[in-house]
């Protein structure tokens, strides 16, 4: 059985990514597992850290709410939803080898080129930092 790890952040390339993942999952008879990562500033953490706040609750619900009415939608494979807070890169990267993922479908905003140099990709860092094929 294979195992499709798809990073999801509910923009317009959403619904392409878990459609590519989703026949890829179904044509090998295999697990999909749809990711999202809540990002809060360094920032932030450092804040409700120091006060004691949670803050981040409020994202990680909303997140789980979507994911959770995404993974409903999706019959006929097998589809798990996943919440996780840091840096998105990092946490696809480290959540790929937990669930041993055979492949990782993931989509672009389409920045320019300008921007990714600037500030980098979410999945050109999934590319280049985990060890199985990246979609």
């Known amino acids: 059985m294979k195992t499709i790890l798809a990073p999801v952040d509910f923009s317009l390339a959403t619904a392409r990514v878990v459609a590519t993942a989703r026949a890829l999952a179904r044509a ?5 597992i749809l ?15 120091a006060c004691g706040c ?4 409020g994202p ?29 890169a ?7 080898e937990q669930c041993a993922a055979d492949y990782v479908v ?5 920045h320019s080129e300008w921007h990714r140099f600037l500030v980098g990709s979410t999945a050109r860092q999934v590319l280049k930092d985990t060890a199985c094929p990246v979609l």
């Not at 949670?54 to 609750?57: H, I, L, M, N």
């Open 106 to 110: 993931i989509g672009s905003l389409g």
């Open 54 to 57: 949670t803050a981040g609750e």
């Open 28 to 32: 090998w008879d295999g697990k999909l």
């Open 60 to 88: 990680e619900d909303y997140a789980r709410d979507r994911l959770g009415a995404l993974v409903r939608s999706l019959p006929g494979v097998e589809v798990e939803g996943w919440v996780a807070t840091g840096e998105p």
């Open 90 to 96: 990092d946490e696809i990267v480290r959540r790929a």
């Open 35 to 49: 990711l999202h990562v809540v990002h809060t500033p360094d920032y932030l953490q450092a804040f409700e850290l």
